[in-house]
């Protein structure tokens, strides 16, 4: 194996490991698989530079007529070339967070389904900050009943601003971002500018019939923030 | 070093071509990066494209998920090359295909990682003698029936252990199926390559470096041709062509195995989003999960680059008819 191959690995190494450290990896998986992508990184610099030191070293061994090394230059680095695709698209440009784009295209998730009979909200406690698929589901859990009145506080991106208010939505992500489904939800009762599509807000606001498979918010205010450390639920 | 060369004449002569050769490697990796470098203000301007950005987050995202398991598989696989003697496999594993493959399928369930890390450890149990047969299987059932995957699908489906219990048997008969299938039909000619056992002899760590040096870069490579073309079908094809084949039963589980085969998603992550499915039957939501780990446009990219394109055009459609079939079968018994 060539040097070359040695300074892919190492790239590739080198990207796990800045990815990670620096939380970007979140943008693309889950939060869980950050210890492994480390130990990933570390093995696959450390195989770099095993490959490189055996590259640096081989003639004399290789005249020293220990033939094994011979094999090794016949593989090429062929297909190999092709991880400094996504190396350079990392390196340089790291490609953003999904949004607004994919929540037309993508299954949403079926929020009827799933949960169980909730706890009833405190109406006194303040707003109560939860995940778009727990409010959705706490909407559809007997016609929104376990919310008595509480206000709740609900983070997202704009998927799409419409007339009087408009699509907060979040990914769920289970692995990583190629099996994201979105959770959408209608903020209605929203007055002044349409907010950014793909800008993320806090809306703070009250239980509201769903319309259809739809939940609905009304807010009571739209606070614009900037994207979270973690952008999927 | 020029000196000890001179000496050895024409050896010496061929080492300094070679030299020569790695360092236009070396040259030409620099060369990539810089380039990339200076097309950054063309790049970004790329990114402010939404479908562009889409479709270089699913990119990337299928990569940087896949790295922990592939470096996984490439670890046991180059230990495997380093450490197990050539002799050993054929020597334990049973003769008879009947015997070997259910053996083989079983063992799957020992190695936890994802569909990635499976082939490159298959393509060295063959290399090392392994009956093809029985590394095939070993290679399906591994990422389908381990035990991640049985806990995920689990979390996924609470309350329905049937669901847990259909994936594993589902799964385990059509890894089976395909290994008997492959061991009275497969012809050995078209895993030729996997065969080969190049690069196999000397110290073993020295082995093991220049294995895993080349499976990482293979199996990378081939795994970044797969990202690529899951990332372009989930840009370009909308969901809600789905949605209209969810009515009819047949279809329906039709319409998810293909699905399966599209998206390319996880081993470890893909009941999750079966779970959310809720429009299709159950039925079809477990087609989708025996045929992910099994076929998808990724490890299709992955076997032709390891076993040879001949291999996977017959390979990747005699899965996905043992898959559908045994998913149907074991959906209409248990769900």
Known sequence: MTAAGGTISILVGAVLLRLTLTDTHLRYVRPELGPFLLVAGLAVVALGFATLVRA?????????GHGDLEHHHEHGIGVGWLLLAPIAALLLVAPPTLGAYGVGRTANIEIRAGHGVFKPLDPNAGPVSMTLLEYGQRSFERNGASFRGAPVELTGFVAEAEAGGFQLARYQIACCAADASPIVVKVVGTAGDRPVVDGWVRVTG??????????????????EIPAPRDPYE | MSGTELMNGGRGAAGARRRIRAD???????????????????????????AVAHWATIFVSITIAAMPFLVLGVTISAAIAAFVPAGLLPRV????????????????????GCEC????????????????????????????INPIVMVSTAVAFPDQPEVVAARFLASLLAAIAVGLVWARFGKEALLGRARRTHGDEGRPLSVLVSTAQHDLLHAGGFLVVGAATAATLQTVVPRSVLDTLSGSPALSVLALAGLAVLMAICSEADAFVAASMTQFSMTSRLAFMVVGPMVDVKLIALQAGTFGRRFAIRFAPLTFVAAVVSAALVGWVLL
């Open chain 1, 56 to 64: 640096l070293r081989e003639t004399p061994t290789d005249v020293h």
């Open chain 1, 206 to 223: 009250n239980f509201r019939r769903p319309e259809g498979d739809v939940p609905r918010v009304s807010a009571t205010s739209v606070a």
């Open chain 2, 24 to 50: 236009l490697g070396l040259a030409a990796v620099l060369v990539v990066v810089l380039a990339a470098a200076a097309l950054r203000p063309a790049l970004e301007d790329l990114l402010d494209r939404p």
């Open chain 2, 117 to 144: 890390g499976s082939v490159p450890i298959a393509r060295r149990l063959i290399s090392r003698g392994a009956p093809a047969a029985a590394a095939l299987t070993f290679l399906l059932s591994a990422p389908a």
């Open chain 2, 93 to 112: 594993l049973p003769d008879r295909p009947a015997a070997a493959v259910p053996v083989a399928a079983v063992a799957g369930a020992a190695l936890p």
